[in-house]
């Protein structure tokens, strides 16, 4: 989808872009067939796209998947694409945020694409991590300026739940950059392209490992046990924390995954 053809069709739809909703429509076709040839899923896997917009990236995916879910936040995009572009797709017109896992039925998701608001980039990747449990691979575009915290190590100022959930789920490639003239309107931030592949460990996540995690980063300076007291009994704290000095970032995230278990082990033994 050209820039041209990105520009008439909001101007015959009377639709200004919104910057509320970090919308930069992709109209590069490059970018796109790469994105898309990423997903490599087989054509009877369930597929979720977030954020289609004027659907540059559903179409071709509709194209290739029988089982395509969009979940698009913007009541008149999503007039457009069920209107106008008709795309075969299940579409949804739903802030993902707020949408329930049973209602774009999260269980089932083997794959997932987006063109990523880049204001709402965290809290979606961990909704994803915590929901899509079967899910196989993501193909996300993202901030580039963000991605050292996606891929940050223990002791870096960048470490954090995202990097610690990241690590966990899988594999992470940084694919490709995407600059700002692939877009419309054009940001003023260079994109990029990363890959996530499920990995063993990615059993562990889970809305309630994602909130333990985040529980643990509340207050970065403080000590590990003082951040996880008021939520966890003292006892179990002191049986499991054996250095009672170590600070969240000093964790790797396989330590955060163990030390997780034997706290809930230990609790539902109590």
């Given at each position: 989808?050209s820039r041209e053809e990105t520009r008439k069709i909001l101007e015959s739809e009377n639709i200004l872009p919104r910057s509320r909703f970090g919308q930069n ?45 969009a979940v698009e936040i913007d009541s008149d995009l999503y007039s457009y694409l069920v209107n106008e572009a008709k795309v075969s797709a299940t579409l949804i017109n739903k802030d ?175």
């Amino acid at each position: 989808m050209s820039r041209e053809e990105t520009r008439k069709i909001l101007e015959s739809e009377n639709i200004l872009p919104r910057s509320r909703f970090g919308q930069n429509f992709l109209v590069d076709d490059d970018a796109i067939s790469r994105i898309t040839a990423l997903v490599d899923a087989d054509r009877e896997d369930p597929v979720l796209e977030i954020g289609p917009g004027l659907g540059a990236l559903t179409k071709p995916l509709s194209a290739l998947y029988d089982h395509l879910s969009a979940v698009e936040i913007d009541s008149d995009l999503y007039s457009y694409l069920v209107n106008e572009a008709k795309v075969s797709a299940t579409l949804i017109n739903k802030d993902f945020l707020k949408l329930a896992a049973e209602d774009y039925s999260a269980d089932k998701i083997r794959y997932v694409v987006s063109n990523l608001p880049y204001y709402c980039m965290t809290p979606i990747m961990k909704k994803l991590f915590g929901e899509c449990t079967n899910a196989k691979r993501m193909v996300l575009m993202t901030e580039d300026e963000a991605f050292p915290r996606i891929s940050a190590d223990p002791n870096n100022k960048d470490y954090g739940p995202l990097a610690v959930c990241v690590s966990l789920f899988g594999d992470t490639v940084k694919e490709f950059t995407v600059p700002g003239q692939c877009f419309y309107p054009v940001p003023k931030t260079l994109s990029c392209v990363i890959t996530l592949n499920r990995g063993e460990e990615a059993s562990v996540l889970c809305p309630e490992f994602i909130g333990f995690v985040e529980k643990c980063f509340a207050m970065r300076r403080k000590k590990l046990m003082n951040n996880l007291k008021p939520y966890y009994p003292a006892d179990i704290l002191n049986k499991v924390i054996e250095d009672k000095d170590m600070r969240a970032e000093d964790l790797t995230p396989v330590e955060f995954s163990r030390l997780y278990s034997d706290i809930i082990s230990m609790i539902s033994e109590k």
